[in-house]
């Protein structure tokens, strides 16, 4: 989660390239088969995965991965990188080890015409290594598109023992191999349905552990999402951004609770602070004035009595609507929330519902409503907004693995200032 905050220090670079980027989200089912000796009969696993997509020359997200290009602009570049580490191991099963993880590191990536190849030198937060050799291409045909690649992997001794022995026995270095496809089918110029397979060997080594009864391992990704591809639409936006300032408090009401003016206050003075980057993308969807931004933001959880303080990363999609003629502007978010260490509030409430963990990666929401100060104070005030936002961390009620299959996360509710750039 790094890469998150890195995002922030590049948000204002270049602003003028960001427009009109291709960008795109997508709620899919993840089945993937499961290739340990487990306790259970549970041959597959299956869980809800947010995906995410941004195409710009000084960020990209790339469904379950994401990077920040350092050097390079033409054939060559080089960029730091992160990617999901999915361990598909039944979360109940009493020789589970670990939930699903991260492995960071550092692309190089090659292109010639529509195909690239990618050198990737990763490891996960312990220092385990491996690194991975990745070709692949782009193919499209109308409303079609397809990317195969193939990739080979070599793993090390700590990295095999660690995720194929489930650190239970030492499984030696070896080599992986994988082959997929990712595809998308655009039903409208926003809305597409993808479909991801793949099909890995997981290496002699790891094969043969007395934790693991199987060579291979497939996976398949359904969903669908919103999408918008520069080939396709080019709305035009005007390249301003916005900056974001939040202040909130916690609330043990739910989230439906808050959005119904039914929440109440938490007793323990659970606060943070919030800022948020505006990345402008695109001012219409589905046909309508809705403008979408990334908003990648950093939140400071403050320290009490009850939780030392935390530093939580967001990378989200926002969404801003205002019906002609009004004083108020509707917005919705969406994406992806790492905190250093959970709070006070996420750990009541998962013990309330049942739960002995949390998890540190949830998914975020952000539904806010504001007005301009203009309104109030004179044309002088265009540029600034004042607004609410209820600040959500959502486990997806317990459907998505690397989110440790809890129910629920924790309410802030928050008042802002947000100043647009150039207005």
Request: proline share 4%; glycine share 10%.
């Amino acid at each position: 989660m790094a890469i998150l905050l890195l995002v922030l220090l590049f948000c204002a670079r270049g602003a003028e390239e960001h427009a009109n980027a291709s960008w795109g989200m997508a709620s899919v089912l993840r089945s993937a088969t499961i290739p340990y000796a487990t306790t259970q009969n549970d041959s597959l696993l299956n869980s809800y995965v947010l995906l995410l997509y941004l195409d710009t020359p000084y960020l990209f997200l790339n469904g379950t991965e994401a990077g920040i290009p350092f050097c390079g602009r033409g054939r060559w570049s080089v960029a730091a990188y992160g990617a999901i580490h999915f361990v598909d191991m039944p979360r109940h099963d009493p020789n589970t080890f670990s939930d699903d993880t991260a492995d960071l590191g550092v692309m190089a990536r090659y292109r010639t015409g529509k195909w690239h190849a990618d050198l990737l030198l990763l490891s996960d937060p312990a220092w385990r290594s491996h690194a991975k050799l990745r070709v692949g291409t782009v193919l499209e045909r109308g409303a079609w598109s397809w990317r195969p690649y193939a990739a080979a992997e070599i793993k090390s001794a700590e990295y095999n023992s660690a995720y194929y022995g489930q650190k239970l026995v030492r499984v030696g270095a070896d080599a992986a191999a994988e082959a997929g496809i990712n595809t998308r089918w655009y039903l409208t110029d926003d809305i597409a349905l993808i479909a991801d397979a793949k099909l890995r060997y997981l290496g002699g080594e790891a094969a043969e552990a007395p934790t693991t009864d199987s060579a291979w391992q497939s996976e398949l990704t359904l969903g669908a999402g919103i999408f918008q591809n520069t080939q396709r639409t080019r709305h035009g936006f005007d390249p301003k951004g916005y900056l974001r300032v939040a202040f909130g408090e916690a609330t043990p009401s739910s989230f439906s609770e808050n959005l119904l003016g039914e929440g109440v206050r938490d007793k323990h003075g659970l606060y943070l602070l919030s800022l948020f980057y505006g990345l402008p993308l695109s001012k219409r969807l589905f046909g309508a004035p809705i403008r979408t931004y990334f908003a990648p933001g950093f939140v400071h959880h403050f320290a009490n009595d009850l939780q030392p303080p935390a530093q939580e990363y967001v990378g989200a999609f926002k969404f801003y609507y205002r019906p002609p003629h009004w004083w108020l502007r509707f917005g919705f978010g969406t994406g992806l929330s790492y905190i250093t260490r959970t709070t006070y509030i996420e750990r009541s409430i998962n013990a309330k519902d049942g739960y002995d963990h949390t998890s540190h990666l949830l998914q975020y929401l952000d539904f806010s409503f504001d007005f301009e100060l203009c309104r109030l104070f004179g044309s002088g005030w265009k540029a600034l907004w004042f607004g609410y936002a209820l600040h959500h961390r959502s486990g997806v009620f317990e459907s998505a693995h690397q989110y440790g299959q809890i129910k629920g996360g924790s309410n802030y509710n928050t008042f802002y200032l947000q100043l647009h750039f150039g207005e």
